[in-house]
């Protein structure tokens, strides 16, 4: 079994043509256990009953946005180790200083190909294969 399958993922993105994109990106790179979010709040409540070890998440969203959801799952004990990654446009030096600032362990620039997809990953959790 590959680290890949052993991780569970959570999309969230109020897109859903990013949603599917992330989704097939993360199943090409072998991941098996991948959970939708639309918004940060659903996001949060899936990680409260749920615990995943990896959140790539979109900044801006309704109700809760990207930077909020970070905050919220570093400031739960259940959550806070949970490896995090935000979605940007590209050169958006401001929101990605805040976001290391809040402790996102990775950036991911849109629009973003499955190589850099799998470099912002395998930077936290090493080798995927």
């Known amino acids: 079994m590959s680290i890949a399958q052993k991780i569970k993922a959570?999309?969230?993105?109020?897109?859903?043509t990013?949603?599917?994109l992330l989704g097939d990106a993360l199943q090409q790179l072998g991941f098996t256990q991948i959970t939708?979010?639309?918004?940060g709040e659903q996001a949060y409540q899936i990680m409260q009953k749920?615990?995943?070890?990896?959140?790539i998440s979109d900044f801006n969203m309704p109700k809760m946005d990207g930077l909020g959801l970070?905050?919220?799952?570093?400031?739960?004990?259940a959550?806070?180790?949970?490896a995090f990654i935000i979605l940007t446009a590209q050169g958006d030096k401001a929101l990605v200083q805040k976001a290391a600032a809040l402790g996102a362990n990775n950036v991911l620039a849109k629009p973003f190909?499955?190589?850099?997809?799998?470099?912002a990953i395998e930077a936290v959790f090493g080798a995927l294969k």
């Open 10 to 16: 959570l999309i969230v993105d109020d897109q859903v």
């Open 70 to 77: 970070l905050q919220a799952i570093r400031g739960n004990a």
């Open 18 to 20: 990013s949603r599917l």
């Open 50 to 55: 749920d615990p995943h070890h990896l959140v």
């Open 113 to 119: 190909t499955i190589d850099k997809m799998k470099g």
């Open 79 to 82: 959550t806070k180790r949970a």
């Open 36 to 39: 939708i979010a639309g918004d």
